[in-house]
């Protein structure tokens, strides 16, 4: 292989006296190399660290929301929404500030009338902080959808409680506000 045949997959990430992350697709059966080294040529130690994620989340869609099954309690752990999109159409709730980004859907059709809590807690971090955001609506589809509430916070887990109706379908919406990603 000659470099000549290289092509750039990401952007070059630097960063001074810190990690860097760098997230890109990949395709099977490709080969794919990478540089690493000091920026300002002063040496030192390195390390490099390669892991595989998903390409996106399977329920970055709307379309594929996954099910919260009943009974309740209901955790979804470790969900890698960095490569999650947001799809034409997709709501941007209005009661919260900013854009939701990098947005994974989940369905609820309650049992019983009550008053559900749902929260997003930022474990994992890809390059700045993770502002989580959540969406409650109730409805069927993008047209249908009636916002029942939206926050945001910058660094922190967010929760809030809806009040849901029994046979109702209700979907979340849990994204980024600022479009970086992480776990």
Request: charged share 15%; hydrophobic share 35%.
């Amino acid at each position: 292989t000659d470099f000549a045949s290289f092509v750039q997959q990401g952007t070059c990430r630097t960063a001074y006296e810190s990690t860097v992350y760098l997230a890109f697709p990949v395709t099977a059966g490709h080969t794919y190399y990478f540089q690493v080294g000091d920026r300002y040529g002063d040496g030192g130690t390195l390390s490099f660290d390669f892991h595989l994620k998903p390409q996106v989340p399977s329920n970055d869609f709307f379309a594929f929301a996954k099910t919260i099954a009943n009974p309740l309690p209901y955790t979804d752990a470790g969900v890698n929404a960095t490569l999650a999109t947001r799809e034409t159409g997709e709501p941007n709730p209005s009661s919260c500030s900013g854009d939701m980004n990098n947005t994974v859907w989940y369905k609820y059709v309650p049992s019983v009338t009550t008053t559900v809590s749902a929260s997003v807690v930022p474990t994992a971090l890809t390059g700045n902080e993770i502002s989580p955001a959540l969406a409650a609506y109730e409805g069927t589809d993008f047209a249908s959808l009636l916002e029942k509430g939206c926050l945001t916070s910058y660094g922190s887990p967010v929760s809030f409680a809806v009040p849901v109706t029994a046979g109702h379908t209700y979907y979340f919406q849990v994204g980024d506000r600022y479009g970086d990603g992480g776990t």
